[in-house]
């Protein structure tokens, strides 16, 4: 599960049970649907085809795969048959798509159902992906599929031609759930991943894939880790959909520094507050748009935090104030950033103070709940 999984979750959870009946389709089964029905939402499996990369990553550069064009649109088609065939024999009244294909395969099901169907779209489709032709079908897609498109960033509208109507519905925290740590919690966080008494850690929560940065965060670590001795640095998050070798050059890294034993690696946690709560310090190091909502748990648990300054993340903090901004890709500048905060622990609480307050005065999930059932009530019927 990523950040957009967990918003899916989250939204469905607090949505009002007498005005909506929320019900997650899946395509396997997974943590999702295991969280899902924990929490006593409704859940749907409908398998889909699999879909074949459309892009081939040699020497720095995207190219176009046009076999994975033909089997995906093949594949988008089988899938928008079956998911047809599941909504017309239940009572589905409004579809809400998420991710590239589930746009594509879930509008046109919807369509062909006569159901009124909004993207929700809460990543950016790269622009060189398939050679630049993603871009252009999204583009297409989105004129003729959704009756209304979602996105949870400003920075997200670029990928839109005509960005007439669409809205802009932010992530939401519950600041209840993610809230300041007691001292036990740090120390069993602590405990559970190996990090001595004492020691100060700057960590990093969500996939691990070149977008994220997490590269470019042990870069600064291993920087730092002689001028701090007790310095650690903990990486949350596993590797998902074909990038497992990103990962394993993570860990490579790590070796070569010599600092293994200070390097922690946690995989996947279904409960992320856990691995917050061993941080001292939160980096998302992002390189390219990214919107994740890790920053603001991160900042709802009033953890300081130091971010990329790139499109998406830049809408969720104010620079200097609730959190320290560095150009995106500066190893330099993110190195410089951190040793500011760990050579000054009252600097870390009041940063961390200050972004708890904005969470909860901007980002709270009520007020985004409120936003999203206000649009689902005018497609109701």
Request: contains cysteine.
């Given at each position: ?32 649907p ?22 081939w990553f ?59 169907c ?10 060189h ?24 960033a ?67 670590f ?42 922690h ?14 941080m ?10 990214d919107?994740?909502v ?23 903090v104010?620079p ?17 950033a ?26 709270s ?11 689902l ?5």
């Amino acid at each position: 599960m990523g950040g957009v999984e967990y918003t899916t979750l989250r939204t469905a959870q607090a949505l009002d049970k007498t005005r909506f009946a929320p019900l997650l389709i899946c395509p396997a089964e997974g943590d999702l649907p295991r969280l899902a029905r924990q929490s006593g939402l409704d859940v749907a499996i409908v398998p889909r085809p699999k879909f074949e990369s459309v892009s081939w990553f040699i020497s720095g550069r995207y190219i176009a795969n046009p076999l994975g064009f033909i089997v995906s649109a093949v594949n988008i088609l089988r899938a928008a048959l079956r998911m047809q065939k599941y909504l017309q024999a239940h009572p589905v009244q409004i579809v809400i798509t998420k991710g590239l294909m589930a746009h594509f395969y879930g509008g046109l099901a919807a369509r062909w159902s006569h159901i009124p169907c909004l993207w929700f779209v809460q990543e950016e489709v790269d622009q060189h992906r398939g050679g630049g032709a993603y871009r252009f079908i999204l583009a297409q897609g989105a004129k003729r599929l959704p009756s209304k498109i979602i996105v949870d960033a400003l920075a997200l509208l670029d990928q839109f031609p005509d960005r007439e109507g669409i809205q802009v519905i932010y992530n939401g925290i519950d600041p209840d759930e993610f809230a300041p740590f007691s001292p036990r919690q740090k120390m069993d966080a602590h405990l559970a991943f190996h990090i001595p008494q004492g020691g100060v850690v700057i960590g990093q929560a969500g996939r691990l894939i070149p977008l994220k940065g997490q590269s470019l965060l042990l870069r600064a670590f291993i920087g730092l880790a002689a001028e701090f001795p007790d310095l650690h640095l903990i990486l949350v998050g596993a590797s998902l959909f074909g990038d497992e070798a990103y990962e394993g050059a993570l860990r490579a890294q790590a070796v070569r520094s010599g600092l293994t034993g200070r390097v922690h690696f946690t995989g996947f946690l279904p409960d992320v507050r856990f691995g917050l709560a061993a941080m001292d310090i939160f980096v998302q190091a992002s390189v390219e748009t990214d919107s994740p909502v890790a920053v603001l748990e991160a900042m709802s648990c009033a953890l300081p935090v130091v971010v990329s300054g790139v499109r998406g993340s830049l809408e969720m903090v104010e620079p200097d104030s609730d959190a320290i901004v560095f150009p995106p890709g500066d190893v330099d500048a993110l190195t410089l950033a951190l040793a500011s905060l760990l050579r000054f622990p009252s600097l870390r609480a009041e940063m961390g103070n200050k972004a708890r307050a904005s969470v909860i005065r901007k980002f709270s999930l009520q007020a985004t709940t409120a936003q999203f059932e206000s649009l689902l009530s005018q497609f109701a019927v």
